[in-house]
């Protein structure tokens, strides 16, 4: 059965979140090839993953040589990128037409292990052929693909709410500056959209520590989030901004250095960890306990994740620096956006994710077109 899905059709949306659902899916994928593999389940094939010989593939045409040293991490790299791609086709398909997502993502599992690992695969010489294929790899891709579709889907149906409340809360921004008028957030309600939001919140200290914080510094003081009157109520003003400002920014010059001590390390994690329950807090309104524990959990996994993430990225591209800028954007850019959907799901808590941004208008009570 199709799971739910808007009624406003935005392609660009249903890529957006099919593209991060797709990377979500492609590390469950992961992750369930490692557990069969400690239970002696393998595809049984012999030789270098399709994955890695896609990498030597594409570094000949850049003119490179892979080294052999690089290329399990490069092979992990094209995993994730053709995983999320596949995920974006997916997200546009489902934006189209709500019945591809039948079965929760696994009708889309089983069409992916069909025309990637048994079509396109052997066909590109990544692998064998399907008739010399190991006989226990077809029902190892299909079984992998299952739980690929299942965590696609379910990601993809999370990031579309999420990035839909970031459009309409920066929708009610655009109209507050049209009208001249300030922006106001209300109080959220104690829930778990809300402590999901303050998980999100946390998670962009993963990779930059300063990130939450810069961001609901500038969020609370133009109005976006709502910490009047709490312990957090500082955050909304012209000193904590001028503190956290010249933070981020020393920030994204630190990180650069060789010099600078991995993230993992106690200080920095236990840094990350109070930057994260403080701004899981202030998405919550300054006064929310459990916001402040989602927010420290989203910060100590985003690290561990991110850490990964980067030397195995950094390892594969052979520069640090390209991987690090894209850190840079996702952390402040991902900060920004969990403001904007605080506010969008704030302003009307009772409406349905689709709503634009008219209905949230008409509940704060302002005019609008």
């Given amino acids: ?11 660009s949306l249903g890529i957006a979140s099919g ?5 979500i899916g492609a590390a469950a994928m992961t992750a369930f090839q490692d557990l069969l593999e400690r239970v002696g389940i393998t595809s049984g094939v012999r030789g270098w993953p399709s994955t890695e010989r896609a990498a030597d593939r594409l570094a000949k045409l850049s003119g490179r040589r892979l080294p052999a040293s690089q290329r399990p991490v490069a092979g992990e790299a094209v995993h994730y990128a053709v995983g999320s791609l596949v995920g ?3 997200g546009a398909a489902a934006e189209l037409d709500p019945r591809v997502t039948c079965g929760h993502g696994t009708a889309f599992g089983i069409a992916a292990a069909t025309v990637v690992d048994e079509g396109l695969v052997p066909a590109l010489r990544f692998g064998e052929p399907i008739t010399r294929a190991p006989l226990q790899s077809h029902p190892y891709s299909y079984a992998s693909h299952l739980i690929y579709g299942a ?3 379910c990601a993809r149906n999370l990031f579309r709410r999420f990035f839909g409340r970031a459009r309409a809360g920066a929708a009610v921004v655009r109209e507050a500056r049209t009208l001249g008028v300030p922006v106001v957030a209300r109080k959220p309600a104690d829930s778990r959209r809300t402590l999901a939001m303050a998980f999100l919140m946390g998670a962009t200290a993963g990779p930059r520590t300063s990130a939450p914080l810069f961001a609901t510094a500038w969020a609370a003081k133009l109005g976006w989030i709502d910490v009047k009157d709490s312990p957090l109520a500082m955050l909304g003003s012209t000193s ?4 956290a400002t010249p933070m981020a920014i020393g920030e ?9 001590p991995d993230r993992t390390d ?7 960890a109070v930057t994260g ?3 899981g807090a202030a998405i919550a309104g300054g006064r929310s306990w459990p916001a402040a524990l989602s927010g420290a959990m989203g910060a100590i996994v985003a690290t561990y994740a991110c850490h990964r993430l980067r030397e195995g990225l950094a390892d594969a591209l052979g520069h640090d620096f390209p991987v690090a800028a894209t850190e840079d954007l996702i952390a402040f850019g991902g900060a920004a956006m969990v403001c904007l959907a605080s506010l969008g799901l704030n302003a009307d808590t009772d409406a349905r994710e689709d709503h634009d941004y008219h209905d949230a208008l008409e509940v704060l009570g302002w005019p609008h077109s």
């Avoid at 059965?1 to 392609?11: N, Q, V």
């Avoid at 593209?19 to 990377?23: I, V, W």
């Avoid at 904590?240 to 503190?243: E, K």
């Avoid at 994204?252 to 600078?260: E, F, N, R």
């Fill in 266 to 272: 106690p200080p920095g994690l236990a840094a990350r």
């Fill in 88 to 90: 974006g086709v997916y």
């Fill in 252 to 260: 994204l010059i630190v990180d650069k250095l060789p010099s600078t």
């Fill in 151 to 153: 965590f696609t889907e």
């Fill in 19 to 23: 593209l991060a659902g797709g990377l």
């Fill in 277 to 279: 329950a403080i701004s």
């Fill in 1 to 11: 059965m199709p799971t739910s899905h808007p009624s406003r059709t935005d392609l």
């Fill in 240 to 243: 904590a901004v001028a503190l």
